[in-house]
């Protein structure tokens, strides 16, 4: 059984670091073709792609956002994470990561979700 | 980059109707276009896989067509159970896209 849970600070100040983490089971992250992927919504509105990593620790990120952007992994606790650094007020969202493999559909798994807020 | 740019954004629709949802890509994608739906405070929900695969478990009523930029969602018999934002992806390069979003609502 697949399954992805985020963590995330909650709340967090202008100019701060945001570090998100994913923790998930079922898969792992040192199979060939496997990756984990980041994804955030703003409160009503649509899904925004951030970043990918595979299996192989190739990463991809949005280019948009890419300059504060970095995907990592711990493939020994099966941990993905994400880091976003100067944070502001846009970046209030919620963040889910999901999973995906070569072969077979993106994204077929997902997190619940994790609200974080930037706020001074 | 490559743009997806996904209409309508809104759609109302009564019980029973075909429904179709679009997504223009910017440049040629291939085959690499999915559909999500998204319920009201729950993660998104993969529907369809590279334009045409139905994806484990989701009703037959939901299909998907297109090649290269263009591509339509059909919900072809709408359900009370349907009302949700869709959203479309692609994943043909390494950096992927969504579109925009169309909130599906009951007339």
């Known amino acids: 059984q697949v399954t992805l849970k985020e963590s995330g600070p909650g709340i967090l100040q202008p100019s701060q670091t945001l570090s998100l983490t994913c923790t998930f089971s079922?898969?792992?992250?040192?199979?060939?073709?496997?990756?984990v992927g980041w994804i955030r919504q703003p409160s009503g509105k649509g899904l925004e792609w951030l970043a990918n990593?595979?299996?192989?620790?190739?990463?991809y990120y949005n280019p948009s956002l890419k300059n504060r952007l970095t995907i990592s992994k711990d493939t020994s606790n099966n941990q993905a994470f994400l880091k976003i650094t100067n944070v502001d007020t846009a970046d209030t969202a919620t963040y889910y990561c999901?999973?995906?493999?070569?072969?077979?559909?993106?994204?077929?798994?997902w997190g619940q979700g994790v609200m974080v807020t930037v706020s001074s | 980059d490559i743009q997806m740019t996904q209409s309508p954004s809104f759609l109302s629709a009564s019980v029973g109707d075909r429904v179709t949802i679009n997504c223009k890509a910017s440049q040629n994608i291939n085959k690499y276009l999915d559909w999500y739906q998204q319920k009201l405070g729950e993660a998104p929900k993969l529907l369809i896989y590279n334009t045409n695969s139905l994806h484990t478990g989701i009703p037959s009523r939901f299909s998907g067509s297109g090649s290269g930029t263009d591509f339509t969602l059909t919900i072809s018999s709408l359900q009370p159970e349907d009302v949700a934002t869709y959203f479309c992806l692609q994943h043909n390069s390494g950096t992927w896209t969504f579109g925009g979003g169309t909130k599906l609502e009951l007339k």
């Open positions: 990593i595979w299996w192989d620790d190739d990463k």
């Open positions: 999901a999973r995906f493999n070569y072969g077979s559909p993106p994204f077929d798994y």
């Open positions: 079922g898969f792992s992250l040192s199979t060939y073709g496997m990756g």
